[in-house]
């Protein structure tokens, strides 16, 4: 049973920082891309950014130079740090593979607010 657990959410100011863990469960982690992906209201959910089994990383434009995601094969748990957030971050982020290939998790609630 795939599982997907995501944290680290809450309320920022704008300019803050957040770190984003996702515990997984049931999938063979350290052989997928795995991805994070965020929806903001009203919006479809996009791609934030991606992880390779080689540790190559992607980015949307809008997280360039701000985010940084990263692995831990080891304990099947995937991160984004996210740095210089702005008010348009604000939305439920969601960790799966890079085709969202598993049941979606809980997502985490980030607000970038003054």
């Known amino acids: 049973q795939v599982q997907l657990v995501e944290s680290g959410g809450g309320l920022v100011q704008p300019g803050g920082s957040l770190r984003l863990s996702c515990a997984t469960s049931g999938i063979l982690f350290r052989i997928n891309t795995m991805a994070w992906y965020r929806q903001a209201p009203e919006k479809q959910r996009e791609l934030v950014a991606t992880?390779?089994?080689?540790?190559?990383?992607t980015y949307a434009d809008s997280a360039k130079g701000r985010f940084t995601i990263s692995r831990d094969n080891a304990k099947s748990t995937l991160y984004l740090q996210m740095n210089s957030l702005k008010p348009e971050d604000t939305a439920v982020y969601y960790c799966?593979?890079?085709?969202?290939?598993?049941?979606w998790g809980q997502g985490t609630q980030v607000t970038v607010s003054s």
């Open positions: 799966n593979d890079r085709a969202g290939s598993w049941t």
């Open positions: 992880i390779s089994t080689a540790h190559r990383e």
